[in-house]
């Protein structure tokens, strides 16, 4: 496997659910992050991990709790969402976190919550 | 604070025909990177082309190349010979490398591109 692997591709859950993104990359890179697009609205970043350290925090509420257990694999854990919750979560990697390194993006899981 | 600033909601270009996708950037950090992702409908985004600040050389990647107007603050992607999966939306984005904005990326609201047979 090659890039980087997000599941599941869709996911429908009610507002009492629990449930957990993953991501995974196979490209060796030291950088990961989650980024959430919702319809109308610009890409959003939400964490972003450096050598499996959380570096950033963009106020993301507490409902959205992610982990990243290595470098390779990234996960968002997901409890008692509210329905503008829906949107498309996007995982990324890069190589470093400098400025000439690009973002390599998995498919992305769509979200519904009803 | 860096911003990427897209003007062209939709744009749409004759196959095999040349379109540019507009973008401007604000930042004040001096070392920064530009970048163009494109996301078809499948939702994947793709990454481009790059192009740091200190380049003096616009950059190309097959049929795409990044005009590079420093002065001006512009980042404009050009796609020659359009092709009909070329129809997706294009992405502008910069990463600051100082600052408290180092390494993060900033989009644009995207420019949705149809290529018309």
Known sequence: ETGVTQTPRHLVMGMTNKKSLKCEQHLGHNAMYWYKQSAKKPLELMFVYNFKEQTENNSVPSRFSPECPNSSHLFLHLHTLQPEDSALYLCASSSTGAENSPLHFGNGTRLTVT | ?117
């Open chain 2, 1 to 117: 604070a860096q911003k990427i600033t897209q003007t062209q909601p939709g744009m749409f270009v004759q196959e095999k025909e040349a379109v540019t996708l507009d973008c401007t950037y604000d930042t004040s950090d001096q070392s920064y990177g530009l970048f163009w992702y494109k996301q078809p409908s499948s939702g994947e985004m793709i990454f481009l082309i790059y192009q740091g600040s200190y380049d003096e050389q616009n950059a190309t990647e097959g049929r795409y190349s990044l005009n590079f107007q420093k002065a001006r603050k512009s980042a404009n992607l050009v796609i020659s010979a359009s092709q009909l999966g070329d129809s997706a939306m294009y992405f502008c984005a910069m990463r600051e490398g100082q600052g408290t904005n180092a390494g993060k990326s900033t989009f644009g609201d995207g420019t949705t591109l149809t290529v018309k047979p």
